[in-house]
Every structure is written in structure tokens, then in C-alpha cells.
């Protein structure tokens, strides 16, 4: 099974080399505790070993870039951008058809070439459209993503929604990479953990995670 | 606009109605003691409340060690700045019990702790518009705050500066307190400080309706109760001092003392749901 690296060593070396091929990972956690560092450094090395790479985001290509330079992610070489303004198609998070027909497109026109989309949208599509809805359309996208070369990654706020809604969702990734703020005894520790991956055993362990300017450290988390 | 087709409402959680329930009897209890034993009972109440404060600062910090991204942290930082003026309000409230005929440190001391609150607040109030801008699916700039902040900044620094210049000129002047500087430091401090208040509540209400975060909903609820508080508690006692005309002559009235320790209570426990609420976290794996 190829692997596309996760830009991260430490988290290749969990996963095997990486997220497997053809497969949509979600990452879910809560705000502020660091997941757009994933996204940043699975687009940044996809640059970089030539992959194509789709920034689909509510945000704009500025303002990502922006954050990029914040987690210390070089930015030499930038993706293609689907966002609300200044990107290459824009991005309307009540249009969830134009969404799909807009990947549809960007997928077939790479097909051959190895593809990595990333987005930060899932959320406000939760908040905007019927769970249902979104669930149906992302079972569809999902499946259009898989017919090509291609891996997703997604990610998703927490606090942000019923826990049953972002449990249903989950259902429909491949991979999904979980979260945690930990409160044990006087301190809150941020923790990380591999909940499902295709191909691998499910992980019950979690993990401690420190990101710095452009690197992450993972250790086993001993209580 | 209509809400979220997700949105739910917060699960009732045990432990918190617990608390509620203590809470409410602690309120009855100090309405007891200022009854029945005045000033000298309240004070007992009276003490511990710096350091109420003090824990609900640290909660706020182990909080903030939690977050990687600035802006997250930089709202944690809010509260614990927050709890921490309190802190130190509290505590000086405690250590110097009347401005009345008090010396040049004492009045900076009571000065800085009147006219230093605008700072805090602006840091939570900017900190957490900007969160509820990032959570809303439009990334709407909610009244313009990106522009109005620079605006609160030069308010907030104007206000406490001159409220800071005010009241050593008025001691070195007078010797000692006079109630002229007690009106002018309360127009210069507390009417910038009301305006920057009401600005974070419109600006955060219309973020927390515009971003339907529900973890954010609950953070802005308990921090607009603990305004209220402060807005009510203001209200009554200015009531009772026109009500009362002896209430005004200086003295501190067990009325007002028992508001004060209320306030303090009710702030805290506003304070230590909205540190609580600022990011969902689990103490079981």
C-alpha cells in the first residue's frame, strides 16, 4: 500500500509511513490546541514531493499563508486554493453541490498525478446544513476522492457540535486522529491519538504532542 | 436568523447544579450574616476572596498551557488578566478598607486597581471577537472590530493614564482623598471603562449568534452574567445610596459591604464557568 507522508516524522513513524492511499482522515479536536499544523504539514510536504494539493477553505489564501508561516511551514510553494475570496474557484459553504462539482472537476483534471486535497470547511457545513444532508454529501464526495490517486484530510472543531453529529461523521473516514485536552490532577495536557486508520489496529494509546516552529514531537503519554 | 440545524443544547451537567445549589446558599448565608451580624460577620466572608479570584486565574493559565494556537491562549490569557485584577482589587479592598483620609500609595493603590480594569477586559473582549470571528462559517468582521479595537486601545491607555496622572496631582494638592477626586477618577475611569463593557458585549453577542460555536456560546453566556453582575450590583448600590442619604456620607454601610462580598462571589463563579467553558476538556480517557 503506498502512504502519503504526513509532513510529520514522528506521526509517519505511528502510521506506519503516512495516511494510506485513496483514503479520507479526519482530525478532530478541540479549537486553539493545534490541529491545522497537520493540514499545513501534509500540504507542505505534498508540495514538496510534487504531489498536486487543493487548500479548500473558508478563510483566504492570505490569511492561510499567514498561518503557515505561524506554525513555521515553509511557503516557498503554495497549493491550489478553493476559498471564499482570492483563490482560483471560490468557495460558498451553502453551495455543497458547486463544492462537489468544483473537486469533481480539480480531480479529473489531475487524474494520473498523485493528489492531496486539505480543508478546514467540515465544520461550518455542520453548522449551516442538516447533518443528514452533509452526511450524504460527503459520502458521495468520499467516494468520487477514492476513485483517483488521491488522500483527504479534514478537519473538525470539537466543542463545536453535538458529539453525536462529529461521532456519525467520523464514521465516514478512513482515518480518524483525535484531539484531547486532558485534565489530570493540576495540569491540562494536550494529547493525540490514532482512533482509526485503515490498514492499521486501532490504537488505544495516546499520545503527548508539542508542536514548535516547524516540527511536532510525539511521545507515549505515561500517566 | 435562524439557528443552527445542529445546534443543541448543552446536556445538563450534575456537577454544576451541584455547585448552583451551594452557590445559591452561600448567597443566602452572606444575606443571613450581614442580618444578623453586620459588618464583623461579613468580613469573615470578605476575606477569602482574593484568593477565589487567585485560583480562578490559575485555572484560566493550566487552561492556556493546553493551547498551541496564540489567539486561543491569548483568550485564556484574558480571564486569568480578568480573575487577576479582581485578584488585586480584592485584595487592596481588603488591605485598605476606606480611600477616606488615606495616603499618596494608597490612593495610586486604589487608583491603579479603579482605572487598570479597562486593560484586562480589552485583552478578553479583543481576544475572544477575533475567536468568534474564526468559528463563524462567513468570517464575519462583527462591527468592525479589526478597525473599533484601536480605537477601545487609545480609550482604555487615555483613560487609565489620566486617571493615573488625576490622582496624585489630587493627593499632593489636598494631602489626602477628597471626594472631588473620587468623582473626577470615576468619570475619567469608569465611563471609558462602561463604553469598552458595552462595546464587548454588542460586538461578542452578535459573534456568538453569528459563529453558533457552542462552546463559545457558553464561554460569552457566563462572561455576559458576570457584566451583569457587576452592571446590577452598580445599579442597587447606587440606588440605595440616593434611597439612603446617610449612605453617602463616607461610611461603608453594611448594604454596601454586603453587596460588594456578593458581587465578588457571583464574579467568581461567572469567572470560573467561563474559564471552564473556553475549551471543551475531559479528565477521563
Redesign the interface.
Known amino acids: 500500500m503506498r502512504l502519503a507522508s504526513t509532513g510529520v516524522d514522528e506521526l509517519d513513524r505511528l502510521l506506519g509511513a503516512g495516511y494510506p492511499d485513496r483514503a479520507v482522515v479526519l482530525v478532530s479536536g478541540?479549537?486553539?490546541?493545534?490541529k491545522?499544523?497537520l493540514r499545513y504539514w501534509f500540504i507542505s510536504a505534498g508540495l514538496a514531493a510534487g504531489d498536486f494539493c487543493l487548500y479548500v477553505t473558508?478563510?483566504t489564501p492570505a490569511e492561510v499563508l499567514q498561518d503557515f508561516r505561524?506554525f513555521g511551514v515553509d511557503t516557498s510553494k503554495v497549493p491550489t486554493w478553493y476559498s471564499?475570496e482570492g483563490g482560483e474557484r471560490k468557495f460558498d459553504?451553502n453551495d455543497l453541490a458547486a463544492m462537489s462539482f468544483n473537486i469533481k472537476e480539480t480531480l479529473r483534471s489531475n487524474e494520473g498525478r498523485r493528489i492531496r486535497i486539505v480543508t478546514d470547511v467540515l465544520?461550518?457545513l455542520?453548522?449551516?446544513?442538516?447533518?443528514e444532508t452533509v452526511y450524504r454529501f460527503l459520502s458521495q464526495l468520499f467516494a468520487d476522492v477514492k476513485q483517483y490517486d488521491a488522500v483527504m484530510l479534514a478537519t473538525l472543531?470539537?466543542?463545536?457540535?453535538?458529539p453525536k453529529?462529529v461521532s456519525t461523521i467520523g464514521e465516514l473516514f478512513d482515518g480518524v486522529v483525535e484531539f484531547?485536552?486532558?485534565?489530570?490532577g493540576?495540569?491540562?495536557?494536550?494529547?493525540l491519538r490514532v482512533a482509526k486508520m485503515r490498514g492499521l489496529p486501532p490504537e488505544l494509546g495516546?499520545y503527548n504532542f508539542a508542536?514548535a516552529k516547524g516540527r511536532m514531537e510525539i511521545r507515549t503519554y505515561v500517566r | 436568523m435562524s439557528d443552527?440545524?445542529?445546534?443543541?443544547k448543552p446536556i445538563p451537567n450534575r456537577r454544576f447544579a451541584i455547585q448552583r445549589i451551594l452557590l445559591v446558599a452561600f448567597v443566602l448565608l452572606i444575606l443571613l450574616s450581614a442580618v444578623v451580624g453586620g459588618l464583623t460577620l461579613l468580613f469573615v466572608f470578605y476575606v477569602p476572596t482574593p484568593f477565589v479570584f487567585a485560583y480562578v486565574a490559575y485555572l484560566a493559565l493550566?487552561?492556556r498551557?493546553?493551547?498551541?494556537?496564540?489567539?486561543?491562549?491569548n483568550?485564556a490569557l484574558g480571564i486569568a488578566a480578568i480573575a487577576a485584577y479582581l485578584t488585586a482589587q480584592a485584595g487592596i479592598s481588603f488591605l485598605l478598607p476606606s480611600p477616606a483620609n488615606s495616603s499618596y500609595a494608597e490612593t495610586l493603590a486604589w487608583a491603579l486597581t479603579n482605572l487598570a480594569g479597562g486593560v484586562p477586559f480589552f485583552l478578553w473582549i479583543d481576544a475572544t471577537a477575533r475567536?468568534a470571528r474564526?468559528?463563524d462559517?462567513?468570517?464575519r468582521d462583527s462591527l468592525n472590530w479589526s478597525k473599533l479595537r484601536y480605537v477601545v486601545i487609545v480609550v482604555a491607555i487615555v483613560s487609565a493614564a489620566l486617571g493615573l496622572v488625576i490622582a496624585p496631582t489630587v493627593v499632593a494638592s489636598f494631602g489626602s482623598y477628597v471626594p472631588s477626586y473620587s468623582l473626577l477618577a470615576n468619570i475619567v475611569g469608569n465611563v471609558p471603562f462602561a463604553a469598552i463593557l458595552l462595546a464587548g458585549l454588542a460586538i461578542l453577542s452578535l459573534g456568538a449568534i453569528r459563529s453558533?460555536?457552542?462552546?463559545?456560546r457558553r464561554h460569552i453566556f457566563w462572561l455576559a452574567v458576570f457584566f451583569f453582575t457587576f452592571i446590577i450590583t452598580f445599579a442597587v448600590t447606587v440606588i440605595y445610596t440616593l434611597l439612603v442619604p446617610s449612605a453617602s456620607g463616607g461610611q461603608y454601610t453594611t448594604f454596601e459591604f454586603a453587596a460588594d462580598v456578593l458581587l465578588y462571589y457571583l464574579a467568581a463563579y461567572c469567572l470560573y464557568r467561563s474559564a471552564r467553558s473556553l475549551?471543551?476538556?475531559?479528565?477521563r480517557?
Not at chain 2, 4 to 8: D, E, G, H, W
Not at chain 2, 212 to 216: A, E, G, N, V
Open positions: 478541540p479549537a486553539g490546541i493545534g491545522e499544523a473558508k478563510s505561524g471564499r459553504p465544520s461550518s455542520l453548522v449551516l446544513n442538516p447533518t472543531e470539537e466543542g463545536m457540535h453535538d453529529v484531547k485536552l486532558f485534565e489530570e493540576l495540569n491540562v495536557t494536550p494529547l495516546y508542536l | 443552527s440545524p445542529n445546534a443543541v493550566k487552561i498551557r493546553g493551547f498551541v494556537v496564540q489567539l486561543y491562549r483568550q475567536v474564526k468559528s462559517p462567513y468570517e453558533k460555536d457552542i462552546t463559545l475549551a471543551p476538556h475531559t479528565n480517557l
